[in-house]
């Protein structure tokens, strides 16, 4: 098992990094006090209390008082599902309550990480309304597989530009060769997104609503499905 691995997604549900070793811990061995949860962890004394009762207070474990106070952890899916779900309550009032904001002409904004630019790509897909143009590798198209899909279900034009077979998740599919890593994508010709998808954190993509850069790349793919047509 990756522990490593477990460890950071866990630390995504709000649990700190202390907090996570001794809930893998406590799932891994059962029943512990707080002394056997410091020795199996290698944590001290004084943080490993602190952590058990932060893991108690976020629904992470649940206490059972004996001769000994014991620890347990909650099962996973519970308390990890218990977690998005009241993320999910904090959404919806966070996105009901804000104050009004000061609405920003779209600038040429960059995206850092493979992660965030991930999330932007998804968000753009979803907000999709009319069409949407994606040029990239089938290992990058199938990252977005689902919301591609959904997408062509609520009518989208999707037209995509690949090396693997994508004609499943396109109203008009190419074969194409594009360059390692690289991704382009309009959505309603109104946002652009170019750039490289690596898996990286150093990946950087460009995003913006700026009407010349979404003029040049329309003009550019077009020209591109010019020349696929041609080759055919």
Known sequence: MDKTGVIEKLMSFSLSRQEALIYLCLWEHGKLTGYEAGKLTGISRSNVYGALKALADKG???VTETNTTLYSAVEPEEFLSNIILHMEED?????????????CEEGYITIQGYR???DKIRNMIIGCDMRLYLAASGNIIREFEDVLSEAKKRGLKIVLMSDRDCSHLATKFYQDQPENGQI??????????TGELQGESSDTCLYSGQTNLVTIMKEALRNKIRLLEMEV
């Open 60 to 62: 992470a474990a649940v």
């Open 184 to 193: 382009r994508l309009i959505t309603d010709s109104a946002y652009v997104l």
């Open 91 to 103: 959404k919806k009032y966070l996105v009901e309550h804000m104050p009004q904001s000061v609405k």
């Open 116 to 118: 965030n630019i991930k």
